[in-house]
C-alpha cells in the first residue's frame, strides 16, 4: 500500500510549498493583465481598436510611429482617463518560436531553465530575449515564445511619452482562442491560421498550451513543393474525445478580434511585460486580505498530520530504497542513453573551433615593433589577416612566422610606399595552428 507513497508524499509537498509562496507572492502575470483596460492590434500595417473597429495607418513598425498612432486611436479615452493600461497584439514575425524537451522538470522551473539555455537554443542571436512559455507536464515536446528586450523597452518609452502605459505585448494570434466562449474550455483542442498581406501562420493549442507554431512567408508560398512540404509537416491534429479532425479556424482581416471579450484577457499565458511595467505593479501591490489567515490554516492541518505522515515516510523511505538498489542498472543504461542523445545533439556547437582573439590580439601587441602599427584585423575560419604600416614589413613578417602558434605567414598583398611617409603599407594573412576547421568540417560536413 504504501510502496510509493513516498514519491507521491515528496511532490505533493513540493507543489503545496510552491502553492503557499505562490499564496504569498503577488502573481505579476495575472495582476499585470488584470490592468489592462484597452487592446490594440497591428494588422498589415495598420494599429486597430478591435472594440470600436477604429484604424490607423502605419508608415513603418519603430516604436514611435506605433505609439503615436495609439494616441490618435485613444485621444478620448487619453483625454478621460489619466493614464491607460495597454496590451498590444503584436504579428508573429515579432516573435521566435522554439521548441524544447524538459521531461520531468517542474513548472515553476522552466523559465529559469530555458533562459539559462538561451544561448544554446539560439546562439547566434545577438540581442537580451524576454520569454513567455505554458509548460504541460504530460508532453514530451512543448513550445516556448521569445521576445526581444530591447523592442519591448523601446515601446514602452514610447507609449510612455504618449501617457500611455504599454502593459503586455501578446502575440497577435493567441488571443484567437479566446474570442468565443466555447473555444475557452479548457479541454478543447484548436488550431488557427493566420493570413495577413506578409506571413502565413498556423497554431494549435491544447489545454491553452502551444503545441504547434508553423509560419511561412507569402513569397514562399509560391513555391509550390516547398508549399507543400509546409503543409504537410503543419499536420493535423484530433480530438482525443472523439478522435475527430481538428479543422484550422481561418483568419483573414482584422473584424476577428472584434467580439474579443476583456474578461478572458487573464487567462493568456503567452504574454510579455516590459520590465518598466513590472516595477510599477510592484510599487503598488500587496498582499490581499484573509492570506495570513489562510496560510495559518494550512499550516495547523499540516502540525496535525506530521505524525501520521511521519510513519508513511518511515517506511516508505526504506522500500524506496530497496527500489533503487533493484533497478540501479536500469537507471544507468537509460542515463547513458540520455548523456549520448545529449552529446550527439549539441556536438555540431561544442565542437566548434572557437580562437582566442583577445589572446591573438595580445600577441600580436606584444611582438610588433613600437615603430609599426595594425590598421585592420580579421579573423575566418581560422585565418587571420591584418593590414597597417611599417618601415620593415618583411621583419615583421619574419617575427610573425617565429611563433609556434602561428603558421602559412604570407604577404597577402604588395608592400606599397606612400608619399610623405617612411613606413610602407603592407597585408599578411597566417593561419592560426590551434584551429582546425578542415577537421571540423570534414567530421561534421563531409564531401561524399
Excluded: C
Excluded at 59 to 66: K, L, P, R, V
Aim: glycine letters at 2%.
Amino acid at each position: 500500500m504504501f510502496n510509493n507513497f513516498l514519491p507521491i508524499f515528496y511532490r505533493l509537498k513540493h507543489k503545496i510549498t510552491f502553492s503557499i509562496a505562490s499564496f504569498i507572492k503577488t502573481d505579476e502575470h495575472q495582476e499585470l493583465l488584470k490592468t489592462v483596460d484597452t487592446q490594440l492590434l497591428i494588422w498589415n500595417h495598420e494599429l486597430v481598436n478591435p472594440e470600436t473597429g477604429a484604424r490607423a495607418e502605419l508608415a513603418d513598425m519603430d516604436a514611435e510611429t506605433i505609439a503615436a498612432a495609439a494616441k490618435i486611436l485613444l485621444s478620448k479615452k487619453v483625454k478621460n482617463k489619466q493614464k491607460l493600461h495597454l496590451a498590444l497584439f503584436l504579428p508573429n514575425v515579432e516573435f521566435v518560436a522554439t521548441e524544447y524537451e524538459l521531461p520531468g522538470m517542474a513548472v515553476q522551473n522552466v523559465a529559469s531553465a530555458l533562459s539559462y539555455q538561451v544561448n544554446e537554443l539560439m546562439p547566434a542571436y545577438p540581442g537580451e530575449l524576454m520569454l513567455a512559455v505554458n509548460h504541460d507536464e504530460s508532453r514530451d515536446k512543448n513550445i516556448a515564445l521569445w521576445l526581444d528586450h530591447d523592442r519591448t523597452e523601446s515601446l514602452f518609452s514610447a507609449f510612455k511619452a504618449q501617457a500611455i502605459e504599454l502593459t503586455a505585448i501578446i502575440p497577435r494570434i493567441i488571443p484567437a482562442s479566446l474570442t468565443n466562449p466555447e473555444t475557452s474550455k479548457k479541454n478543447q483542442l484548436y488550431q488557427f491560421r493566420e493570413h495577413d498581406d506578409d506571413n502565413l501562420l498556423q497554431i494549435t493549442l491544447s489545454h491553452q498550451n502551444l503545441i504547434q507554431w508553423r509560419s511561412i512567408t507569402h513569397r514562399d508560398t509560391q513555391d509550390e513543393t516547398y508549399f507543400q512540404a509546409w503543409e504537410k509537416d503543419s499536420g493535423s491534429f484530433e480530438h482525443t474525445s472523439d478522435n475527430s479532425a481538428v479543422k484550422p479556424t481561418q483568419i483573414n482581416n482584422a473584424d476577428f478580434w472584434s467580439v474579443f471579450d476583456a474578461k478572458y484577457l487573464e487567462q493568456i499565458a503567452y504574454a510579455f511585460f516590459p520590465e518598466s511595467a513590472r516595477r510599477n505593479l510592484k510599487k503598488h501591490s500587496r498582499l490581499k486580505k484573509g492570506r495570513l489567515a489562510a496560510i495559518a490554516g494550512i499550516l495547523v492541518i499540516m502540525l496535525l498530520a506530521t505524525p501520521f505522515i511521519k510513519n508513511s515516510v518511515r517506511y516508505a523511505k526504506w522500500d524506496k530504497r530497496y527500489q533503487e538498489y533493484k533497478e540501479k542498472t536500469a537507471h544507468i543504461q537509460e542515463m547513458r542513453r540520455t548523456v549520448t542523445q545529449f552529446e550527439d545533439n549539441w556536438a555540431l556547437f561544442i565542437d566548434y573551433p572557437r580562437a582566442d582573439i583577445a589572446a591573438v590580439i595580445h600577441k600580436l601587441n606584444t611582438i610588433i615593433p613600437t615603430d609599426s602599427w595594425i590598421k585592420g584585423f580579421e579573423i575566418k575560419d581560422g585565418f587571420v589577416e591584418i593590414d597597417g604600416y611599417s618601415p620593415n614589413p618583411t621583419g615583421i613578417l619574419e617575427v610573425i612566422s617565429q611563433q609556434e602558434e602561428f603558421g602559412q605567414v604570407a604577404f597577402n598583398q604588395r608592400t606599397q610606399s606612400e608619399r610623405g611617409k617612411k613606413s610602407e603599407h603592407f597585408g599578411i594573412t597566417f593561419r592560426l595552428n590551434n584551429i582546425d576547421v578542415e577537421a571540423y568540417q570534414e567530421k561534421y560536413f563531409p564531401v561524399n
